[in-house]
């Protein structure tokens, strides 16, 4: 099992720039979530989406798109790159259904500068 | 707003010496608390508390909820320099299943 991937692991963007991070995962989770962590901080949840179709803005969406066509994959969209945007980006999946909840795994994280 | 506060953000202690991590939480339609480890990438899971009073242990590490105090604590007793790292905890809220984490709490164990 790949769990959750995420591509691509390092990025520089000159401010203005635009990019999609990409975030696929194959334990058919239904809840799927991006988090930025700055340097020394803890997780800031940024998107989340509990089903295909379904996406809620979290603590900090500003600046970023996603969406959920399908249930594997959940990317993200920067549309212009701003210097606060440089940071670590996680994708994260879980499951939640009936009586059996997931903890949420996580993907290796994307390092991103906005230069 | 959902809310998610460790304490404290930063620990360092002896080789051997027992710590205890703290986390409390705010939130709407509370499902369970969740403990992760991050060393140098992705966090990786620890424990997922859903019951008060219930303590969970992996090896040297355990941990417990209280719910109507609103808060989780976990303990790692004989610590080793392996268990230097960033110990986060969040808050799943059912309905709405959002994950919100903590600042964290940085743990250095010195030799």
């Known amino acids: 099992n790949a769990g959750v991937t995420q591509t691509p692991k390092f990025r520089i963007l000159k401010i203005g720039q635009s990019m999609t991070l990409q975030c696929t995962q194959d334990m058919n989770h239904n809840y799927m979530y991006w988090y930025r962590q700055d340097p020394g901080m803890g997780l800031k949840l940024i998107y989340y989406s509990v089903g295909a179709g379904i996406t809620d803005k979290g603590e900090v969406p500003n600046g970023y798109n996603v969406s959920r066509s399908t249930t594997e994959d959940f990317p993200l969209r920067l549309e212009l790159a701003a210097p606060s945007q440089t940071s670590v980006y996680f994708c994260?999946?879980?499951?939640?259904?009936?009586?059996?909840?997931?903890?949420?795994?996580f993907g290796q994280g994307t390092r991103l500068t906005v230069v | 707003e959902d809310k998610v506060v460790q304490s404290p953000l930063s620990l360092v202690v002896h080789e051997g010496d027992t710590v205890t991590l703290n986390c409390s939480y705010e939130v709407t339609n509370f499902r369970s608390l969740l403990w992760y480890k991050q060393e140098k990438k992705a966090p990786t899971f620890l424990f997922m508390l859903t019951s008060s009073g219930i303590e969970k242990k992996s090896g040297r590490l355990s941990s417990i909820l209280d719910k109507k105090e609103l808060f989780s604590i976990l303990n790692i007793t004989a610590t080793q320099t392996g268990d230097s790292a960033i110990y986060l905890c969040?808050?799943?809220?059912?309905?709405?299943?959002?994950?919100?984490f903590g600042t964290g709490t940085r743990l250095t164990i010195i030799p």
């Open positions: 969040a808050a799943a809220t059912g309905g709405n299943e959002k994950l919100t």
């Open positions: 994260a999946s879980s499951y939640s259904g009936g009586a059996k909840n997931t903890e949420a795994f």
